[in-house]
Nanobody
Framework: QLQLVESGGGLVQPGGSLNVSCTAS????????IGWFRQAPGKEREAVLC????????DYPASAEGRFAISRDNAKNTVYLQMNSLKAEDNGIYYC???????????????WGQGTQVTVSS
């Protein structure tokens, strides 16, 4: 059974950067498309970025006009979300999720991590 664990969240000042990680156990990530999602306080969860098995990336509006980037290191069984020029509106819990199919698949993402908190504040 695939399990996902996010790490790397924390407190950062506006304009700063964070690189959050999603590490898998129980299976190898190279067989999955991986998405990053976030949920701000009082708001619905939204998709940020998604990376398919062979590296193709799908952007969503929450990817913040190119301030965010997704990458994967299959050798480390890890997918990363690099966040730059962070703003207060980027506050929230960031989740990674996996699907055996492809980004945007109507089957959705059956595997989710517990999330990592990102707080942007001075």
């Amino acid at each position: 059974q695939l399990q996902l664990v996010e790490s790397g969240g924390g407190l950062v000042q506006p304009g700063g950067s964070l690189n959050v990680s999603c590490t898998a156990s129980g299976a190898t990530l190279d067989g999955y498309a991986i998405g990053w999602f976030r949920q701000a306080p009082g708001k619905e969860r939204e998709a940020v970025l998604c990376i398919n098995r062979h590296g193709g990336v799908i952007d969503y509006p929450a990817s913040a006009e190119g301030r965010f980037a997704i990458s994967r290191d299959n050798a480390k069984n890890t997918v990363y979300l690099q966040m730059n020029s962070l703003k207060a509106e980027d506050n929230g819990i960031y989740y990674c999720a996996a699907t055996y199919f492809f980004c945007g698949s109507p089957s959705g993402f059956p595997y989710w991590g517990q999330g990592t908190q990102v707080t942007v504040s001075s």
